[in-house]
Nanobody, 129 residues
């Protein structure tokens, strides 16, 4: 079993930055990929970014965050980060971290929430205009 704990959310003005962290614990950090999703009020959960590390590191981003967000992984801390720059009000919502135990050959396959086996409780991000 894997436990995921997100942190780093908060209130920020449009154009500002936040860094989210997702700490994994409970067993060896042997998942194949981890990702970030968000759920805005009244909307469905959507993919934000993912990183896979088997056979090299691959990342994939939603078009809406490409060039502004960066996902990274610290193996020594069993932690995945999401650096969010140039935040926009439409980026507000609850951000969830997820871990996948199944192997796929490309990070693109991890854009679907169905690929993930474990989820954190979420951290709130609010971007004011």
């Amino acid at each position: 079993q894997v436990q995921l704990v997100e942190s780093g959310g908060g209130l920020v003005q449009a154009g500002g930055s936040l860094r989210l962290s997702c700490a994994a614990s409970g067993r060896a950090f042997s998942s194949y990929a981890m990702g970030w999703f968000r759920r805005a009020p009244g909307k469905e959960r959507e993919f934000v970014a993912t990183v896979r590390w088997t056979g090299g590191t691959n990342t994939y981003y939603a078009d809406s965050v490409k060039g502004r967000f960066t996902i990274s992984r610290d193996n020594t801390r069993n932690t995945v980060y999401l650096q969010m720059n140039s935040l926009k009000p439409e980026g507000s919502g609850v951000y969830y971290c997820a871990a996948a135990d199944s192997y796929y050959s490309s990070a693109y396959y991890y854009t679907s929430a169905m690929r993930y086996d474990y989820w954190g409780q979420g951290t709130q991000v609010t971007v004011s205009s």
